[in-house]
Each structure stands twice: as structure tokens, then as C-alpha cells.
């Protein structure tokens, strides 16, 4: 009976599904994009109330915590008391934080809007990623990496927003931004109705594919080895999205013209993995993917330090293209590992891989100062090692 119930529900599945799933990427392209403009109004802040870097990293560690630590606690209470509208709350949480910063002339409210922002954020991935799947239609990689994608432009967004009006306008600008906010938060009361209206429906299915067959060690193991991967995974990705272009002039001698232009195509890379890993996994098998995405990617890695300028931008654009691909089929093969933990799952490796990316940076910046850039690349050419821990995943998918 329980089989009979899923396949009528499935059916009509994928005619809303892409209406929602761009919807909550559209979403999530604000919702990046915005806490991604905190990082560009510091020099602002930092001249005007001749605030200090001991501060300045208070104000990080501050966004960090809500933003990172929050969202397994998030994901675990919406698991069990589902609020269809929690996203448009935690939207308006971010709405606040924005008109805060825009007018705060005091360290503690600079404080609050950094707490506010990141419980914003705190509350957006892990909701987004269970709706993103309950819309899929059984298509979830497809779901979390068209989910992803909006996150990676908005992130991008951010800092040439930060350059071209918040640093020339000032402090009041970000004000500006909290339209965006609101905007997000209408597009997301509609996406909320239509959670509304599919909960039961995906209750069934909860019940129906909660038995993985796996006892409760070998999941502990799975998921922590899921997390190294990610840990190997955004720590690389840190040393290209941070040093890039300093790695670019200093040992090539570019321009920052010409550096910026090389990291947009890294970034673009990036993105059109992230699209495409989802779907190659629903086709392929996530476990495929993950290991050709991690530990695949280690030849062009190992390469890129002794490369001249050409091949170091066209191993760039490998590695980005490789290397995004893997976290929409780490996600979906996590929340297989734990069924009916689609919150808690998403919030733990979304968290997790927010604070391990921050982390990474700080630590890698204190290397390339000890040691110099182009130490670091020799140095995070070893990471996708990490992806042979692939052979402890168990086999949870289907034919």
C-alpha cells in the first residue's frame, strides 16, 4: 500500500518542482549575495570607527557561529516540527540585520547585525535543502545542485556589489540591499504555501525509505568520512577563491585586471560543476561521483604549482569544474545515510563546510605569510588524497 501511495504522488512531482527548485536558488542567490556584502563594507567600518582587526574578526567569529553553528540545531528542530514558514522568517531575520549594519555607529550593533545575518543564513540552508529535495520528484541531485548554483553566483555577486556601490556610497547602502531581502522573503511565502500543502505527502515517503539496512556504526563512519571529504573538498577551495590572484601576480607578475578575469573563469567553473554533478550522480551513482570529484581531481592539483600561466588557468578551470561537483552528491548521500534527517543533514554539511572554508582561509593566509603563496598551493595539492576514504561508503543506492 505504501508503494502504491508513493507512485501516485510522484507524477506530478517534476511540473512544480522546477517552478520551486528556481525559486529557493533564486533565493539563495540573495540570500549569499548579501551576507557576502558584510566581508566588503569592513574596510568601511573599519576607517570610520577606527575599529581594529581584533574587531574586525569578533564581527566574523560573531557571523560564523549563527551562521555556521546554528544550522544543525535548526535542521534537527524543523525535522521534527516542520514550519513551512520559517524561511521567510529567517529571511526577514537577515532583512533586520541589513538595516542594523546600515545604521549602526556602535561596535555592539555591528555585533547584532553580523548575529542577525548569519541566524538568517543559519535558517535558509537547511529548510531550502528539504524542500529543494521534497520538489525534486526522486531527481535530488538534479534539486540540490540547481539549489547550489544560486548560492555560487550570489556569492560572486557579493564582492563586485561591495566594490561598485557599497565602498564608493558608504555605510548607508547596504540599506539598499534589504530590498533584496524583502523580495526574497515574497518569492519565499509562496514556497512556504507549497511546503504546506506537500507535507503529508512527504511524510509518506519518509516512511516508506526510512531502512538504509546499515547499523548505527557503519552510518557514524559514512558520515564522518562524507565530512572529510568536505573538509579536503572547501579547504582547497579556499586556497583558489581567496589566494588566487595574489598566487597569480606574484609568481606569473599579471595585472589585477588580468588575475580577476582568470578567477572569474575559476569561479565560473565552479558553478557549471556544481550543475552538472547532480544530475551525473542521479545518473551515475553519487559514490561515482564523489570519487572521481575528489580524488580525480588530484593530478590536476598536483600539476598546478609547476604550470606556466596558460596551463595554470586551463587546471584551474579543471579542477573548479571537477571539484564543485561533489558536494550536491555528498549532501544527497548523507541524507540517504540518515532518512527522514533531511534538516539536520543539511545543516551539519552546509555549516560544517561555511566554518571549515572560513577557518581554511585564516589558516592559509598565515602559511602564505610564514612561507609565501606559492607554498600553499604546493602544500593543498595533496588534499584530494582525501577522497580515497571513499572505499568506507556503503553502497545505499539503488540500481
Known amino acids: 500500500m505504501t508503494t502504491a501511495t508513493t507512485t501516485a504522488d510522484q507524477p506530478s512531482a517534476?511540473?512544480?518542482?522546477?517552478?520551486?527548485?528556481?525559486?529557493?536558488?533564486?533565493?539563495?542567490?540573495?540570500?549569499d549575495m548579501m551576507q557576502s556584502l558584510l566581508a566588503g563594507i569592513y574596510p568601511i567600518l573599519k576607517e570610520g570607527y577606527a575599529l581594529d582587526f581584533g574587531q574586525i574578526g569578533l564581527m566574523t567569529l560573531t557571523f560564523q557561529i549563527t551562521a555556521s553553528l546554528l544550522q544543525p540545531l535548526v535542521g534537527i528542530y524543523t525535522d521534527r516540527r516542520p514550519q513551512p514558514y520559517s524561511l521567510t522568517v529567517g529571511m526577514g531575520s537577515t532583512f533586520t540585520g541589513l538595516i542594523v549594519l546600515a545604521n549602526a555607529h556602535r561596535f555592539e550593533w555591528m555585533l547584532v547585525a553580523c548575529a542577525l545575518i548569519g541566524l538568517g543564513s543559519a535558517v535558509f540552508h537547511p529548510e531550502s535543502s528539504r524542500i529543494a529535495r521534497m520538489a525534486s520528484g526522486g531527481r535530488h541531485g538534479l534539486a540540490q545542485s540547481l539549489f547550489q548554483v544560486g548560492g555560487n553566483f550570489g556569492t560572486a555577486l557579493g564582492p563586485l556589489l561591495a566594490a561598485f556601490i557599497?565602498?564608493?556610497?558608504?555605510?548607508?547602502?547596504?540599506?539598499?540591499?534589504?530590498?533584496?531581502?524583502?523580495?526574497?522573503?515574497?518569492?519565499?511565502?509562496?514556497v512556504g504555501s507549497?511546503?504546506?500543502?506537500?507535507?503529508?505527502?512527504?511524510?509518506?515517503?519518509?516512511?516508506?525509505?526510512?531502512?538504509?539496512?546499515?547499523?548505527?556504526?557503519?552510518?557514524?563512519?559514512?558520515?564522518?568520512?562524507l565530512g572529510l571529504l568536505v573538509f579536503s573538498k572547501y579547504i582547497y577551495m579556499a586556497s583558489l577563491t581567496n589566494y588566487y590572484t595574489f598566487?597569480?601576480?606574484?609568481?606569473?607578475?599579471?595585472?589585477?585586471?588580468?588575475?580577476?578575469?582568470?578567477?572569474?573563469?575559476?569561479?565560473?567553473?565552479?558553478?557549471?560543476?556544481?550543475?552538472?554533478?547532480?544530475?551525473?550522480?542521479?545518473?551515475?551513482?553519487?559514490?561515482?561521483?564523489?570519487?572521481?570529484?575528489?580524488?580525480?581531481?588530484?593530478?590536476?592539483?598536483?600539476?598546478?604549482?609547476?604550470?606556466?600561466?596558460?596551463?595554470?588557468g586551463v587546471l584551474t578551470v579543471i579542477i573548479g569544474l571537477v571539484l564543485a561537483s561533489a558536494f550536491s552528491a555528498i549532501i544527497v548521500f548523507a541524507q540517504e545515510l540518515v532518512p527522514g534527517k533531511v534538516g539536520l543533514i543539511a545543516g551539519l554539511f552546509f555549516g560544517f563546510a561555511f566554518g571549515i572554508a572560513g577557518l581554511g582561509a585564516a589558516v592559509l593566509g598565515e602559511v602564505a605569510d610564514i612561507k609565501g603563496i606559492e607554498y600553499v598551493y604546493h602544500l593543498c595539492a595533496f588534499l584530494p588524497a582525501f577522497g580515497i576514504l571513499t572505499v568506507f561508503l556503503p553502497n545505499v543506492e539503488r540500481a
Not at 520551486?20 to 540570500?31: G, Q, V, Y
Not at 556610497?169 to 511565502?189: E, I, R
Not at 550522480?281 to 598536483?302: A, C, E, N, Q, Y
Open 14 to 31: 517534476p511540473t512544480t518542482a522546477f517552478a520551486i527548485i528556481a525559486a529557493l536558488s533564486f533565493c539563495h542567490m540573495l540570500n
Open 166 to 190: 557599497v565602498l564608493p556610497q558608504g555605510q548607508k547602502s547596504v540599506a539598499w540591499f534589504s530590498a533584496a531581502a524583502l523580495l526574497a522573503m515574497l518569492v519565499l511565502w509562496q
Open 194 to 225: 507549497w511546503y504546506a500543502g506537500k507535507r503529508k505527502t512527504t511524510a509518506r515517503h519518509a516512511v516508506a525509505h526510512a531502512v538504509t539496512g546499515l547499523s548505527p556504526s557503519r552510518v557514524v563512519l559514512a558520515i564522518a568520512v
Open 247 to 312: 598566487y597569480l601576480i606574484h609568481k606569473f607578475g599579471v595585472g589585477i585586471r588580468e588575475s580577476q578575469l582568470l578567477l572569474f573563469l575559476f569561479l565560473g567553473a565552479v558553478a557549471a560543476g556544481t550543475v552538472i554533478g547532480g544530475p551525473v550522480g542521479d545518473r551515475i551513482g553519487r559514490k561515482v561521483v564523489i570519487w572521481i570529484s575528489i580524488l580525480g581531481v588530484l593530478p590536476f592539483t598536483l600539476a598546478l604549482p609547476y604550470a606556466n600561466l596558460f596551463w595554470t
